[in-house]
């Protein structure tokens, strides 16, 4: 039986990545590279410093790539993009049985920002950003924080997430791990679980 879930944001929560897309296409504008959403978005699959690493690589960037994604990035309006669908549904019925859920991301403080708008704030016992400064997935720190904070059976912990680097720090954790599969991402680590919709969640936690 699973008591608690840690949640990825982007990708997983929300679907940012359209919008993330656009703001990574709008940096990569102002250093004169005009590239394809398509292939900004497979690169973003694996992670947003991925993508600024290679793009810089590739298009000999000198100046500040990251700065410049999320200054477009944090200036998207919260009200522009939505959670997946089930997503809030999900979290308050597992809420309501007596589960916990818990963000683990990467994203900053803008967190808040997309959780407040859809009135999806209280859903979650903790939210782990960027400001809380822990290494970055795969690196299990975060995910071993949540655990250790809040007493946490690792038998009864689920991580959900849509990159490899869920899976890799899930493991690493010594927990599980489900794939929401939303960007149908190549893999070499197997989760635990694969789910196409949030909905499926309810066969694996036995809402």
């Given at each position: 039986m699973i008591t608690d879930i840690i949640w990825d944001f982007d990708g997983t929560l929300f679907d940012t990545y359209p919008s993330m897309t656009k703001a990574f296409k709008m940096a990569l504008r102002d250093f004169g590279v005009n590239e394809s959403e398509e292939n900004i978005l497979s690169y973003m699959k694996i992670a947003s410093t991925y993508a600024v690493k290679q793009f810089k690589e590739i298009y000999k960037i000198e100046g500040d790539l990251e700065g410049r994604f999320h200054y477009y990035d944090n200036n998207i309006n919260p009200e522009d993009v939505l959670p997946f669908p089930y997503a809030k549904e999900f979290c308050e019925e597992f809420s309501k049985n007596g589960g916990r859920?818990?963000?683990?991301?990467?994203?900053?403080?803008?967190?808040?920002?997309y959780l407040k708008v859809h009135q999806m704030e209280t859903l979650f016992t903790d939210i782990i950003t960027k400001q809380n400064g822990f290494k970055r997935k795969p690196d299990p720190e975060g995910f071993l924080y949540v655990l250790n904070k809040y007493n946490i059976d690792k038998e009864k912990v689920l991580v959900v997430g849509d990159r490899e680097l869920e899976i890799i720090g899930a493991k690493n954790a010594g927990i599980k791990v489900c794939l929401y599969n939303t960007n149908n991402i190549s893999y070499e680590?197997?989760?635990?679980?694969?789910i196409n919709s949030i909905n499926e969640l309810k066969n694996i936690v036995l809402l």
């Open positions: 859920n818990f963000i683990v991301t990467h994203r900053d403080k803008s967190t808040y920002d680590e197997k989760p635990d679980y694969t």
